[in-house]
């Protein structure tokens, strides 16, 4: 059996095998796509910008401690003008994400974030809404997606000569057979050199060895990261001033940024806080760190620190999430990469009639 046969087998075998399984992963994964949006929208993100000040720390817990009071206060995301400020709170079991109104400390929304569609359809793309058991699958769907996508590149091209311009269009004229075929084929083509880097990052984050290996290459096992600590004191501090001092100062150095502050809970627990441009990436969000008693600023080698002494494996772990939703590219690359993921979740139905129709002729 020739090498072009062999890999046309393992194409058949591979996408009847995980066909179904892929469809699921590849449309959930193009809806998620959206889910900044899809959030502001379901969690009522939007508020109207006022012209006053934004409500405090203590304003935000007052208001929590009426309307959730079973929830544990962990943080505080302030946002620009029109949007709420989302605070995340712990409660057994799970984690809400409140958004209040940043000019009266009003809830607006509270959300359980083990429940909702959102959240059931983050899940369903990560472990198909089967837990452990269901991420694991989706891990070994996603390393076999690898030779099928390649192997189906090998079919496309020609088995001698290279290819005609017939095979980078679709047809609009021919049977309803041969339309399918194109569908399958010239689509796949294209398709397949977005989604070869949303698999190899789906990769990289469902085997540990991958990363494991990565960690060791880039000299991250090495690196002697320090622990941010508050010196604890006797005395018993206005928490609620400092954080509320810290807050304000950040928000009028950076007023084009979002910036989150933690609530600390242990003695030793920093306030930390991070400063997030919404134009950049991940791997831009520079993290502040002060003594939860004094207020002041804690300097030190901390492994999520500023943004530009940001260590390479870290780096490249935050690109990995970026260049798997598009958002590296912004706007465009999510677009580019939903559109693949829809077409990646036709392939499968696209294929298997490709399939029973060739299995049709032989009958005949």
């Not at 962990?74 to 712990?90: C, F, G, M, N």
């Not at 989604?195 to 469902?206: K, N, R, S």
Request: glycine share 8%; with cysteine; proline share 5%.
């Amino acid at each position: 059996m020739s090498i072009r046969k062999l890999l046309t087998r393992l194409h058949l075998i591979l996408g009847l095998g995980t066909g179904l399984l892929f469809f699921v992963i590849a449309l959930s994964g193009a809806i998620y796509t959206w889910e900044p949006e899809f959030s502001r929208l379901a969690y009522h993100q939007a508020v109207e910008a006022q012209d006053k000040p934004v409500v405090s720390i203590a304003d935000l817990r007052n208001s929590l401690e009426k309307t959730f009071p079973e929830g544990d206060f962990r943080t505080a995301l302030y946002r620009d003008p029109e949007s709420s400020i989302e605070v995340l709170l712990y409660a057994p079991g799970t984690y809400y994400l409140a958004q209040l109104n940043p000019y009266s400390a009003e809830l607006i929304h509270l959300q359980d974030m083990n429940k909702g569609w959102i959240n059931y359809l983050k899940k369903l793309h990560r472990n198909l809404l089967l837990g452990e058991l269901g991420r694991e699958i989706v891990h070994w769907v996603t390393l076999l997606a690898i030779p099928l996508l390649v192997s189906g590149l090998v079919i496309w091209w020609p088995a001698t000569g290279r290819p005609t311009k017939d095979k980078f269009f679709l047809k609009t004229t021919g049977s309803a057979k041969k339309r399918n075929y194109d569908l399958h084929s010239v689509l796949g083509f294209y398709a397949s050199w977005v989604l070869i880097f949303a698999l190899l990052t789906g990769i990289y984050w469902g085997f540990t060895p991958v990363k494991e290996t990565l960690k060791q290459l880039s000299g991250e096992n090495t690196i002697a990261w320090e622990a941010p600590q508050s010196k604890a004191t006797a005395a018993r501090p206005d928490n609620d001033a400092i954080l509320n001092r810290l807050i304000a100062d950040y928000r009028s150095t950076f007023p084009h940024a979002a910036v989150r502050i933690s609530i600390p809970h242990a003695a030793d627990e920093a306030i930390h806080l991070s400063v997030i441009d919404p134009g950049k990436g991940l791997n831009a969000i520079d993290h502040y760190y002060h003594d939860r008693y004094s207020g002041e600023r804690i300097r030190g080698k901390f492994r999520a620190g500023l943004s530009g002494e940001i260590s390479t494996f870290n780096a490249i772990n935050g690109l990995v999430y970026e260049i798997h939703f598009g958002s590296i590219l912004g706007l465009p690359g999510r677009i580019l990469v939903c559109i693949a993921a829809l077409i990646a979740a036709s392939l499968p139905i696209t294929g298997l009639l490709v399939w029973l129709g060739k299995r049709k002729s032989k009958r005949v």
